[in-house]
């Protein structure tokens, strides 16, 4: 059984770090795109960040130089390092990887940044 379990999230101050993990089981990660999104109340799920199985990596312009997402196979598990948080940033984030058309996401992990 395929499944993704984010964690590391929490409540945070503006400019402070945390760093997300989603590790996979059922699967292996190191051949797929694996992506990481996030959800605000009341808005839309958006994407944050993306790594490819060669490493290559894409960013929404908003977190560019800000957020590094990174992946260790020999864990199966994709990070997400997120510095300078900002407060727009608050929202459940979620990790996401597609196999043959079909998305599998994860249960979401609740990032707040406040003073």
């Known amino acids: 059984q395929m499944q993704l379990v984010e964690s590391g999230g929490g409540l945070v101050q503006p400019g402070g770090s945390l760093r997300l993990s989603c590790a996979a089981s059922?699967?292996?990660?190191?051949?797929?795109?694996v992506g990481w999104y996030r959800q605000a109340p009341g808005k839309e799920r958006e994407f944050v960040a993306d790594?490819?199985?060669?490493?290559?990596?894409h960013y929404r312009d908003s977190v560019k130089g800000r957020f590094t997402i990174s992946r260790d196979n020999a864990k199966n598990t994709v990070y997400l390092q997120m510095n300078s948080l900002e407060p727009e940033d608050t929202a459940v984030y979620y990790c996401?990887?597609?196999?043959?058309?079909?998305?599998?996401w994860g249960q979401g992990t609740q990032v707040t940044v406040s003073s």
């Open positions: 996401e990887t597609t196999i043959s058309t079909r998305q599998y």
């Open positions: 059922g699967i292996i990660f190191s051949i797929r795109t």
């Open positions: 790594i490819t199985s060669l490493g290559n990596t």
